[in-house]
């Protein structure tokens, strides 16, 4: 069956600018993760959903770091007034189970390098 | 605190060669643990995991790995390295308690393999 799928794969944007990166999870999949990945580094958690509901947001770095997931499919982060330190790989994860009551396999799509100029 | 690490950054084997990487985590009780790996320009692909039972692990492309729990360790191995193995491989773990989700990745290793 389909993967998780992220788009765009590659997104550039000028110091200043409003981004968002989109994540289709695997279909029937309750749980949905977004992590960020810098250079040479481990992905690092930012935010949780189950269904629509945000249930943990504690990993994303700043306010200018917002995410939704309005029909509990679908999943967008926005990052509004891009600075470069935001320059990284955004994964994003989905998992068959309520992941507050249950740790399942988290399946991993393929990310979005952003790149801030 | 809680924490993963993978002590060494790259690592260089023929083909052909048997592997191992390691990793430790530091919790107070046995966490659920992940290998995953990640090619260029490609997510994160899960090889294995335990979560609880015999403490020696299958996974797929001929990848095990063996939960040590006196020494805190979950380390990968396989015989015999391809080529197409070269990739970068991160360990994961998850404190094992109800409603814990956020996966804490090591820094992870690059495997390069030579011809």
């Known amino acids: 069956g389909a993967g998780v799928s992220q788009s765009p794969r590659y997104k550039v944007a000028k110091r200043g600018q409003d981004v968002a990166l989109r994540c289709d999870p695997i279909?029937?999949?309750?749980?949905l993760f977004w992590y960020q990945q810098a250079l040479g580094q481990g992905p690092e958690f930012l935010t949780y959903f189950q269904n629509e509901a945000q249930l943990d947001k504690s990993g994303l770095p700043s306010d200018r770091f917002f995410a939704e997931r309005p029909e509990g499919s679908v999943s967008t982060l926005k990052i509004q007034r891009t600075q470069q330190e935001d320059s990284a790989v955004y994964l994003c994860?989905?998992?068959?189970?309520?992941?507050?009551?249950?740790?399942?396999?988290?399946?991993f799509g393929p990310g979005t390098r952003l790149t801030v100029l | 605190a809680q924490s993963v690490t993978q002590p060494d950054i790259h690592i260089t084997v023929s083909e052909g060669a048997s592997l191992e990487l390691r990793c430790n985590y530091s919790?107070?009780?046995?966490?659920?643990l992940f290998w995953y790996v990640q090619s260029p320009g490609q997510g994160l692909q899960l090889l294995l995991k335990y979560f609880s039972g015999d403490t020696l692990v299958q996974g797929i492309k001929g990848f095990e790995a063996e939960f040590k729990r006196s020494q805190s360790s979950f380390n990968l191995r396989k015989p015999s390295v391809h080529w197409s193995d070269a990739a970068e491989y991160f360990c994961?773990?998850?404190?094992?308690?109800?409603?814990?989700?956020?996966?804490?990745f090591g820094t992870g290793t690059r495997l390069k393999v030579l011809a």
């Open positions: 994961a773990v998850v404190p094992a308690t109800s409603g814990t989700y956020k996966y804490i």
């Open positions: 919790y107070g009780a046995t966490p659920y």
């Open positions: 279909s029937g999949h309750v749980s």
């Open positions: 994860a989905s998992s068959l189970v309520y992941s507050q009551t249950s740790t399942d396999t988290q399946y």
